[in-house]
Nanobody, 120 residues
Framework: QTQLVESGGGLVQPGGSLRLSCAAS????????MGWYRQAPGKQRDLVAA???????DYADSVKGRFTISRDNTKNAVYLQMDSLKPEDTAVYYC??????????????WGQGTQVTVSS
């Protein structure tokens, strides 16, 4: 049973920082792309940041220069460092991983979500 477990959300004041972590466990053959999405109330789930196995990154325009995604392939983990947080960053953040089986079938996995609230 493969699963993604997230941690690190919480309440922070505007201008503050948080670091989200996500680790994959269970039956894992090969993890390719990993990333973070977020969903605010009444809105769709949108990409925040993504990172390939080789370390190439991509960010939503709204978080460029403030958020940094990284990963540790030895730990099957992905991280999101969030700085200069704004109230509009408030959302549930979901970890994502594209995991391939030994017969090259791609499976999409999602974490359970962690709440990030930016408020004074």
């Amino acid at each position: 049973q493969t699963q993604l477990v997230e941690s690190g959300g919480g309440l922070v004041q505007p201008g503050g920082s948080l670091r989200l972590s996500c680790a994959a466990s269970g039956s894992i053959f090969s993890i390719h792309d990993m990333g973070w999405y977020r969903q605010a109330p009444g809105k769709q789930r949108d990409l925040v940041a993504a990172i390939t196995r080789g370390g190439r990154t991509d960010y939503a325009d709204s978080v460029k220069g403030r958020f940094t995604i990284s990963r540790d392939n030895t730990k099957n983990a992905v991280y999101l460092q969030m700085d200069s947080l704004k109230p509009e960053d408030t959302a549930v953040y979901y970890c994502y991983a594209a995991i391939f089986s030994p017969d090259s079938i791609k499976y999409d996995y999602w974490g359970q979500g962690t709440q990030v609230t930016v408020s004074s």
